[in-house]
């Protein structure tokens, strides 16, 4: 699962990339961008960096103004220690989807990856809603009290498998992508088809766009916090093509015109 931020009572969690921040009624919410500015409202937050103009419902600073943002509530903390990332197998065994997605059916009875942790599956086996969202078939909307986003599109989930190459020394686990760091080094973003954004410090999940100055993955209205990135690893061992066949490390698997494996160097 994606790592999560302890809140200071102990008791409750956000996104990593989140801020802990109290809210009225005395709970724990999340705002949805890191090292945010708690409003003094405790309804809303602002970026890192910029103040609450409550009274315009805007958050200052010397590059320019943007809207307040609003909290979500906080879960109930399930801590425990790091694990390294993993894919989440899906129920029939056989798929996976990357780490952070929820596995839904689609309208072929296979498993597709919902971009979201603790996903909304859709009656309609083809789109998905954020955990605590209902899905509006008629709107094609996620519906929570008032607030309506547009829903999500499930993406195939794919057969359990090696690494995910990125050069001919480094490779990420699979379900992840490759992407650049601010050394110049592979990381690994652990989504699949991931966007990476330009920082080279944190990605989107596919379809999504990187906004620096929220320090999250927008699309359309919904906006989610962006993941950050971890160093790739050196390669080894061989480069498996399925179950039964692989090739030597830093060679790809081609099929034969016969239908067998063979590999290019």
Same mark, same amino acid.
């Given at each position: ?9 102990? $008791? ?12 009225p009624d005395g709970a724990w919410g999340c705002c949805p961008m890191p090292q945010a ?16 103009? #409550? ?28 694990a390294p990332l993993r894919q989440v197998t899906c129920p029939d065994g056989r798929s ?19 971009? #979201? ?42 057969? $359990? ?18 992407? $650049? ?9 652990? #989504? ?34 962006? #993941? ?38």
């Amino acid at each position: 699962a994606v790592s999560a931020l302890r809140c200071p009572d102990g $008791r409750s969690e956000c996104p990593s990339n989140a801020t802990c921040c109290v809210t009225p009624d005395g709970a724990w919410g999340c705002c949805p961008m890191p090292q945010a500015s708690c409003c003094e409202d405790k309804v809303h937050c602002c970026p890192h960096a910029t103040t609450c103009d #409550l009274a315009h419902g805007r958050c200052l600073s010397p590059h320019g103004d943007i809207p307040l943002s609003t909290k979500f509530p906080a879960w109930k903390s399930q801590w425990r220690a790091p694990a390294p990332l993993r894919q989440v197998t899906c129920p029939d065994g056989r798929s996976a989807c990357p780490d952070g997605a929820t596995c839904c059916q689609l309208p072929s009875a296979q498993y597709g990856c919902c971009p #979201l942790q603790n996903a909304v599956c859709c009656p309609d086996h083809v789109h998905c809603c954020p955990q605590g969202y209902t899905c509006d078939p008629q709107g094609g909307t996620c519906l929570q009290g008032g607030v309506r986003l547009p829903w999500l599109s499930k993406t195939p989930a794919r057969g $359990r498998g090696g690494d995910v190459k990125c050069d001919d020394e480094t490779s990420c686990p699979d379900g992840n992508t490759c992407c $650049r760091l601010s050394s110049g080094a592979w990381g690994c973003c652990p #989504l699949e088809q991931a966007v990476c954004c330009p920082d080279h410090v944190h990605c989107c999940p596919q379809g999504y766009t990187c906004d620096p100055e929220g320090g999250t993955c927008l699309q359309g209205e919904v906006r989610l916090p962006w #993941l950050s990135k971890t160093p790739a690893r050196g390669r080894g061992g061989d480069v498996k093509c399925d179950d039964k066949m692989s090739c030597p490390d830093g060679n790809t698997c081609c099929q034969l015109s016969s239908g067998a494996w063979g590999c290019c160097p």
